[in-house]
């Protein structure tokens, strides 16, 4: 299986199949094989997986030689990708013996939430004590389920909202929504737009103008690249703080955000775990996307205020979404 840049397919796979039999043999694009899969790997190693890396160690490509898994206590540290445990919590019913999954670290913890709920749809109860997983080994049952919109991409029309003082409403999205990325239009609500939030909807209505802010966006990561291209026009800096783990997505976002912050004009400072911005007016400039289709529609954003800016690679935008699995154009 060729996983291309999809980072569910290359981590969730490759644990679903070694419940199974057979040998299978997994790739991943360029861009993918640079990013992390050891913690799960180990994790797998652990639980007795027949699995080994044919290049770099903790990478794919990867091959798995599949005999069923027996089930057991494992420790994850899921501090660089919350999908670690997700792919964990996946396989756990369908081991012989259930799984007991401990914890060390956590990041983007309302994905792991959305698992749950799913798993809880298909008939699967996981019992949750501390830092530890309790999955039960179970068949799933069928469902119906009910998709909702992708709440990390509704953050750039409710961004571009917030920017130019329109007003934008997503169906779908709100209050009950199992995606933590919702939030985002809470951090739009402190820097000065209207949030209007039912249990199924979401408003952002915007005044044209923005304040700056601190924001903590360890569980909202993938939402970070959204609010930095929209921070040079806050009246104050935007400091994004706690999000360590966007260094190792499709690209280094937080440096990517810098560089092309830089670019426009617009004073920036990044350390491990955050990036500063300060209020200026971007100038037109080519943007730098690293083939990171978040890059690109967040200064696609800034662009609506900023002639002339243009993407050095739009066709990134063409990657195939991780959680719903449609093309996002």
């Given amino acids: 299986m060729f996983c291309r840049d999809g980072a569910p397919t290359a981590r969730f796979l490759p644990a679903l199949v070694a419940a199974g039999q057979g040998v299978f043999h997994f790739d991943a694009s360029a861009q993918m094989r640079r990013r992390p899969l050891g913690p799960l790997t180990r994790a797998l190693r652990e639980l007795g997986v027949d699995l080994i890396h044919t290049g770099q160690e903790g990478h794919h490509p990867l091959t798995v030689r599949a005999n069923g898994i027996k089930g057991g206590h494992i420790t994850l540290d899921a501090g660089l990708s919350s999908q670690f445990l997700t792919a964990l919590l996946l396989v756990g019913p369908l081991t012989r013996e259930g799984l007991q999954i401990t914890v060390t670290d956590l990041v983007s913890a309302p994905y792991v939430e959305i698992t749950l709920a799913m798993m809880r749809r298909f008939g699967v109860e996981v019992r949750r004590a501390g830092d530890t997983f309790f999955v039960p ?187 719903c699995g449609s093309p996002r154009t």
């Fill in 137 to 323: 080994s179970q068949p799933y049952t069928a469902s119906r389920y009910a998709i909702e919109p992708d709440a990390s991409t509704a953050s750039y029309p409710l961004a571009a909202a917030a920017l130019t003082g329109n007003s934008v409403t997503i169906p779908g999205l709100g209050s009950g929504s199992l995606q933590g990325d919702v939030r985002f239009a809470e951090v739009l609500g402190r820097m000065g737009a209207a949030v209007e939030m039912t249990s199924d909807s979401v408003t952002v209505t915007g005044n044209g103008r923005l304040h700056g802010l601190t924001v903590n966006m360890r569980g909202i990561s993938d939402t970070v690249p959204t609010l930095a291209a929209i921070a040079p026009f806050a009246d104050g800096p935007v400091r994004i703080e706690n999000v360590y783990n966007t260094r190792i997505k499709e690209c280094d976002r937080l440096e990517a955000c810098a560089e092309n912050l830089r670019r426009l004009g617009v004073p920036v400072s990044t350390g491990r775990d955050w990036i500063e911005i300060h209020p200026a007016k971007p100038s037109a400039a080519e943007i730098a996307c690293h083939g990171d289709h978040r890059i690109a529609m967040s200064f696609s954003v800034t662009g609506l205020l900023t002639p002339g800016i243009t993407l050095d690679e739009p066709g990134c935008v063409k990657k195939i979404c991780g959680r």
